[in-house]
């Protein structure tokens, strides 16, 4: 029973448009949340991160808003360019202090020049 | 730069003949994680060590050992590869601690393939 669910697989953008890159998840209990980006041949890089007590939080081109009561989370990339095309992941903690999360299986984002 | 060393990138080895994946950090993190991941599938948590003290995932088979001889070092032993064990495995690290939102740092990966 998957836990954390990333229900696109892939998605294409125009360069400078918005990427919306959705994320669903089950456990109430999960503290905070993280989305991770990889490149091929290369291991996840973290991109951002919120806290289960705030709804958003934002970084540059990038914002994460958080729905607890519909479970669901979102990472904005405006504007969109072309070396963000990557796999997102998006990840839950569920450990507390152990700090282990579980992962969604990734949405492929293509941003077309 | 501090970071997260995984070596070899690509590992080949025969149906139930031993291997072993390294894992070595530079960043002190007292936390120190082995994940498999599939193609099309989400990383999924092997164990992890804090400090030295192991704790293994329910799920995880018996085939799957690990050992941490430092801080800096942790090793994943595959004691007898079968095919369904042909996939990607992270090591991350971390801080441990509940006031810590530290995110996991990951290497590159040991892509493991099975004759």
């Known amino acids: 029973d998957q836990q954390v669910k990333q229900n696109s697989p892939s998605l294409s953008v125009q360069e400078g448009r918005i990427s919306i890159l959705n994320c669903d998840y089950t456990?109430?209990?999960?503290?905070?949340f993280l989305w991770y980006k990889k490149y091929p041949a290369e291991g996840p890089t973290f991109l951002i991160s919120?806290?289960?007590?705030?709804d958003k939080n934002e970084d540059g081109r990038f914002t994460v808003f958080l729905n607890k009561s519909a479970k669901h989370l979102s990472l904005h990339i405006v504007p969109s360019q072309p070396g963000d095309s990557a796999v997102y992941f998006c990840?839950?903690?569920?450990?507390?202090?152990?700090?282990?999360?579980?992962f969604g299986t990734g949405t492929l984002l293509a941003v077309q020049p | 730069d501090a970071m997260v060393i995984q070596n070899p990138r690509y590992q080949v080895t025969q149906f139930g003949k031993p291997v072993t994946l390294s894992c070595s950090q530079t960043?002190?993190?007292?936390?120190m994680y082995w994940y498999q991941q599939k193609s099309s599938q989400a990383p999924k948590l092997l164990f992890h060590?804090?400090?030295?003290?192991?704790?293994n995932e329910a799920d995880t088979p018996d085939n799957f050992q690990s050992r941490r001889p430092n801080t800096s070092f942790c090793f994943l032993d595959i004691r007898s590869p079968g095919l369904g064990d042909a996939a990607m495995y992270l090591c991350?690290?971390?801080?441990?601690?509940?006031?810590?939102?530290?995110?996991?740092?990951f290497g590159d990966g040991t892509r493991l393939s099975i004759l």
């Open positions: 456990n109430s209990m999960f503290d905070y």
């Open positions: 960043l002190n993190h007292n936390v």
């Open positions: 919120i806290s289960s007590i705030k």
């Open positions: 990840a839950a903690r569920y450990g507390g202090a152990t700090n282990k999360l579980i």
């Open positions: 060590y804090y400090d030295k003290d192991f704790n």
């Open positions: 991350a690290t971390s801080i441990r601690g509940l006031t810590s939102n530290q995110p996991q740092h």
